[in-house]
């Protein structure tokens, strides 16, 4: 089973924030019901609400990494530093960095100048997972 890799725009709402001397980031991994961008041409997908219901409930741990880079962890659901919930707009997360690592430091002040504003998520379909059609949208 491949791994899917799938970058959301700035509908992602992704946010850098400062509580006391702590630095977290936020937003929404994926959007339900939203047409994607093409993801090559002529195919779009859209993510229903119940796509994550498994995985939490189950508890499974999840990473939150920059750019897929394995080596560059910001966050373990096993550890702690890593929220995961959703809402009826998607998948949200609320990842606490580390304060004494350089690069989460410089990455959290890059979200919050605005220059990275975008986020992505990873994901593995599982058999009977996918569901096609035709249409316009």
């Known amino acids: 089973m491949a791994i899917e890799?799938?970058?959301l725009?700035?509908?992602?709402?992704?946010?850098a924030e400062s509580q006391g001397d702590?630095?977290?980031?936020s937003?929404?991994?994926?959007?339900?019901?939203?047409l994607s961008h093409p993801i090559q041409p002529g195919v779009c997908e859209r993510i229903d609400p119940k796509a994550f219901?498994?995985?939490?409930?189950a508890g499974d741990d999840v990473r939150c990494l920059f750019n897929h880079d394995e080596s560059r962890v910001l966050g373990r659901r096993s550890s702690g530093t890593l929220k995961l919930s959703t809402d009826e707009?998607?998948?949200?997360?609320?990842?606490?960095l580390d304060k004494n690592q350089?690069?989460?430091?410089?990455?959290?002040?890059?979200?919050?100048?605005?220059?990275?504003?975008?986020c992505s998520f990873a994901f593995n379909?599982?058999?009977?997972?996918?569901?096609?059609?035709?249409?316009k949208d």
């Open 9 to 15: 725009s700035v509908n992602s709402s992704l946010r």
């Open 27 to 34: 937003g929404y991994a994926a959007r339900f019901n939203v």
């Open 102 to 118: 350089v690069a989460h430091r410089d990455l959290h002040a890059s979200i919050k100048r605005g220059d990275i504003s975008d």
């Open 125 to 135: 379909v599982v058999n009977g997972g996918e569901d096609f059609s035709d249409g």
């Open 22 to 25: 702590s630095l977290v980031l």
């Open 53 to 57: 219901d498994k995985t939490l409930a």
């Open 5 to 7: 890799k799938r970058i």
């Open 89 to 96: 707009r998607g998948l949200k997360f609320r990842c606490q």
